[in-house]
């Protein structure tokens, strides 16, 4: 099971950042994305990590703005997301698979969600 938390609302130019824990699971060898769904649009990749955290990749929308971490031993991936603009306004998901993808939807387990809102 994956659970996200971290969302809610920011300012414009503002920070969040969003955590994923991963429970029930004995292996580490896992790699995670975040992914984004805005009010009536499709999914969107937003950033992938691989397995041992070495390996990190990025949606063209937050490059240079987001980053995606990882802590092995507690299991948990983060986003850290700087300078939010409105258009960032989604409902984030993690999900993992073996490998990374750049995909919206090829992942095999996703979480809930979380809410992020930037608005002034």
């Known amino acids: 099971q994956l659970a996200e938390s971290g969302g809610g609302l920011a300012q414009p130019g503002g920070s969040l950042r969003l955590s994923c824990v991963a429970s029930?699971?004995?292996?580490?060898?896992?790699?995670t994305a975040w992914i984004r769904q805005a009010p009536g649009k499709e999914r969107e990749f937003v950033a992938a990590?691989?397995?041992?955290?070495?390996?990190?990749y990025y949606g063209d929308s937050v490059k240079g703005r987001f980053t995606i971490s990882r802590d092995i031993a507690k299991a948990t991936t983060y986003l850290q997301m700087n300078s939010l603009q409105p258009e960032d306004t989604a409902i984030y998901y993690c999900?993992?698979?073996?490998?990374?993808?750049?995909?919206?939807?090829?992942?095999?387990?996703w979480g809930q969600g979380t809410q992020v809102t930037v608005s002034s």
């Open positions: 999900a993992v698979r073996k490998t990374v993808v750049i995909s919206a939807t090829n992942w095999d387990t």
């Open positions: 029930g699971r004995s292996d580490r060898m896992y790699s």
């Open positions: 990590i691989s397995f041992t955290g070495e390996n990190t």
